[in-house]
């Protein structure tokens, strides 16, 4: 993992492969990597959708290694949702099979001269850049049905769908999981517009005749990774929780919180959440014979296991056990009760390559406006059928929550720098709120997941009806997370390093054993904070201010019931997130 | 005009009225008092049709009076388009009957309590809120129509179409002219979205029973009006070029300069310029038997006489003779080279209560992105009825040009602060592009001129393919242009008031014999200055940084034909144009 290939798209007579060393981005992985690059390499105010941004494809420093939960894959470039900065990362098998070819990071650069449509093939002997038309305008599952039939079903593909060809603002990029299914995604931001602005359809992966990355201290790195892997074992999370139920079973308990934003985060709790729950999915797929859940990892390597398969009720594969946003996304956000119709929708996202929180916020504002009733699953169904087609209101919620509220005249429409917020509400839970408004990544939980301390007694307590303590936790968090997200690892390790330290001790010695640093403690959150720093550089260069710092308005007025709360976090507070 | 109409509509039981006198605004008017309440009143991170917006509207200093030019009315708010502060104004007569009616603004605040449509009706003897659901959804014409014949044909109205209840974007609030029919808009940035936010169809104006506005002093006033009049017939472009063929005379003019954005800003000449001039219009029109150009103004008072009316082959009215920037903006930059067309499209403009600007610049991305083909003029009708009709294409391209632009992944859009570019190319004519760029307003030609020193030789005279000199000129014409526009003048008399110092001093004279004030040249600057600082520090509080004082990167990158220039004026010098 040493060296970097960049295509670029707008070289005469097609694109233009070459591959270089990692120059001064060495040591760099995951997210460090992605950002370090758009911050170095991208002017902030370009168009996003044009030559002079770029797509970052990075594998995480421990990716194709043998220590567990490392298969997270970062994504960067120029948001075209937001206009700042984007990492979006990815589970699947990307991130190992790409590391073991050796690439630190893919970079997909300039401009298309014409409407051809390119896939990329990389194995042990190289790259090549193949022009490919026949794979336009189709889904992620038929492109890879034929990728799989062209290279053999071993591959790893990285897709994106007719929401990415169409350069829609909710657009992801698909990873291919063990089964070899595009039922991962770096979600968030439109990352998928941007590389269906280069031209480039798909990127095909196949590491066979390659090896695991080899640490400089094998032994070491072996012990490490023992004790690792009894960390994670060991802590009630990591170990038991994710595995019995998946992501889904916060849906219970984010309800019963009184955060559980419901049809368009106009209330914090849901009557029919027991019926979508992750204890109500699991019972679900094990009456219709699917492996139910505590069984699947998105990727080799993986020992939480929080992944399942959802089948129909005639035991017809339809997609992986939904995740809990995706559940809150598509259910009580938009007032649907349904597994059936929530899976339906989970799997139209994934085969049209669109972002499910996005979606089902888009639908949730669009719901406000009158399009749809509230709870209406086929009218949902409809609609996002209408994203996959290209319709004008296809158009309209494929550029994301905050482009429906103004088409619509909607005040209500949850998003901050433009991206919609997740599955929690920032007023019944103060500390994501914090993360959402400040994070450079628009709303977003994965960037410091403060549900660990203010719900779910990890890494301590904090009352998450309050203000007090949450600036300082949504800081550290996200330190923290800007550093996992650059080693590869998954980031339901937090929940474990959080809390035990002798497991954050194994994931420090894991990184040293294998790169032949010294790194301590400090040296992470040095990392973390460096990350965050070059990301907020590049948004304040592309016009970020505080007034970008900030949840909607009416967070702050209207109050959420069954608590009644408003988001309380003074200002000043939150303008100190980054102070350190 | 001593007095202010405050109406809040989110009062219990129904909007309620308040009249205060003018406090800390006294001797405030049109822009230099709307953009002052917005910035004293208004959240700058406040959503734009929430609550906490205001619509304010106001008359000019002078409007009322006998003061020939007098008739322009200022509207005000935080922009639903930009998310910055707006000043709007339009022609008509709105501004000399309220000012007659001795109301400095009409203020609508607070948020409505259900969806009740109401109007206002103000006469001598006061106010009233009327709720008349009857109005609903009708455009600007039918709702003209009904309030004159339950009013009487003399008042002036002040309305909104079905853009505007949809809360579109690009939404205008249209003012009755001297016939009586909507056509006279407040166009840019969404104003008739917020007035449908506050749940205000219509106010109507009955000044019967009230009297000219009384100078301090009536001899000077006189005097000096008289002076004011003879100075505007004297120039050749407000005594004779603007009478004579209307704005419309511009088309010739800015396609042989090379500057006329063509196929969404794409070349810089069109073939069909000849079939949509000034020159063809007033032909069309005679030969039709209609009044032709030369004969008629928007507003009693007027001198210049720079509209007539548009009549079809029949003799049947269409509308007023379109603008320069509408015939451009469905003309030219759409591909379009019959008048008919675009005089349709007007009319449909005016009646939806739509930005011409904004439409003609939303349908040319639309039609870049492949929606409909250049040329193609029975398309743009279709469209543009599809706006009026609230379908999901009429909500993307009524949320303006960015909109379309998002919704299609179209990098060429010609925007500013998410406001589409008037009729003019800043890579040909770099002195407007200063303007675009930096005004608090996005991208907007009024709100300093350089066309008229860069391309007709007012005011000096500047390279217009060179960046020398540019920031300059657009500073000065900005500061003057804040000034004019707090008067009440039309700012056609710019162009005599920058080239002859007695007509400015005119200007100055009758300000002053009308208050008592001894204001000098120095003053009108400062006044200018003090309107430009307002509206920069609301902008800076909603987030602006001079990442948004940009033109689209491409305009650095991409030259116009047949030029072959781009814009060139530096970054730095942008930054120094509002640093006197």
Not at 141 to 156: I, P, Q, R, S
Not at 366 to 390: P, Q, R, T, W
Not at 479 to 485: L, P, Q, Y
């Amino acid at each position: 993992m040493d060296k970097i290939l960049r295509i670029d798209v707008g070289a005469a007579g097609g694109p233009k492969m070459t591959e270089t060393s990692m120059g001064d981005y060495a040591g760099l992985g995951g997210r460090a990597l992605t950002s370090t690059v758009i911050a170095a390499e991208v002017p902030p105010c370009c168009h996003p959708l044009g030559a002079d941004n770029k797509l970052v494809i990075a594998p995480g420093m421990l990716s194709g290694t043998k220590a567990a939960m490392s298969g997270r894959i970062s994504v960067g470039c120029k948001s075209p949702l937001t206009g700042g900065i984007k990492e979006a990362n990815s589970g699947g098998q990307g991130a190992q099979v790409l590391a073991r070819l050796g690439y630190a990071a893919i970079i997909l650069e300039g401009a298309p001269v014409d409407d051809t449509l390119y896939k990329v093939f990389i194995n042990k002997d190289g790259a090549k850049v193949i022009a490919d038309n026949s794979l336009k305008m189709l889904g992620n599952y038929d492109t890879v049905d034929k990728l799989t039939a062209e290279y053999g079903d071993k591959v790893a593909c990285i897709t994106i769908g007719p929401a990415g060809e169409m350069k829609l603002p909710a657009a992801t990029i698909a990873f291919t999981d063990m089964e070899t299914r595009p039922t991962r995604h770096a979600g968030r931001g439109g990352v998928g517009a941007v590389m269906g602005s280069k031209g480039i359809k798909a990127i095909v992966l196949d590491d066979a005749g390659m090896k695991m990355r080899e640490a400089s201290d094998p032994e070491k790195f072996s012990a490490a990774n023992k004790a690792w892997v009894a960390g994670l074992k060991k802590h009630p999370v990591t170990g038991e929780g994710l595995g019995a139920y998946g992501t889904n079973v916060l849906t219970n308990v984010i309800n019963e919180s009184g955060g559980y934003p419901t049809h368009n985060f106009k209330t914090g709790q849901f009557d029919g959440a027991a019926d979508i729950s992750g204890e109500s999915l699991a019972e679900l797929e094990n009456t219709r014979g699917g492996e139910g859940s505590a069984t699947h990892g998105c990727h080799r390597g993986c020992v939480i296991r929080c992944s399942g398969t959802f089948y129909d009720a005639d035991g017809n594969y339809v997609t992986k056990q939904p995740e809990y946003e995706t559940v809150w996304a598509h259910g009580g956000n938009c007032g649907i009760n349904d597994l059936d119709v929530i899976a339906r929708l989970d799997r139209m996202d994934d085969d049209f390559g669109l972002d499910t929180i996005e979606m089902g916020a888009a639908i949730g504002v669009a719901m406000e406006a009158g399009v749809a009733e509230f709870g209406d699953g086929e009218a949902a169904i409809n609609l996002l059928a209408e994203v996959g087609k290209g319709t004008p209101m296809g158009r309209i919620l494929g550029s994301g929550a905050a482009a429906v509220g103004k088409a619509y005249g909607v005040e209500h429409v949850p998003v901050v720098k433009g991206q919609a917020m997740p599955a929690y509400d920032p007023r019944a839970i103060q500390g994501i709120g914090v993360t959402y408004a400040t994070t450079t990544m628009g709303a977003d939980h994965t960037a410091g997941y403060a549900i660990a301390t203010n719900i779910l007694g990890v890494g301590g307590n904090v009352d998450p009806l309050k203000p007090e303590g949450q600036a300082e936790l949504s800081r550290n968090l996200q330190i923290a997370t800007a550093a996992i997200d650059s080693t590869g690892m998954c980031l339901f390790i937090a929940f474990a390093i959080l809390d035990q330290p002798d497991t954050f001790q194994a994931l420090i010695d894991l990184l040293n054993s294998f790169s032949g640093a010294s790194l301590t403690a400090d040296d992470v959150t040095a990392l973390g904070q460096k990350v965050l720093t070059t990301e907020r550089e590049f948004n304040a260069a592309a016009g970020f201010t505080k007034a970008d710092d900030r949840l909607p308005e009416y967070m702050k007025k209207e109050p959420l019931a069954p608590h009644n709360v408003v988001f309380e976090v003074p200002d000043e507070e939150l303008d100190q997130v980054f102070n350190w």
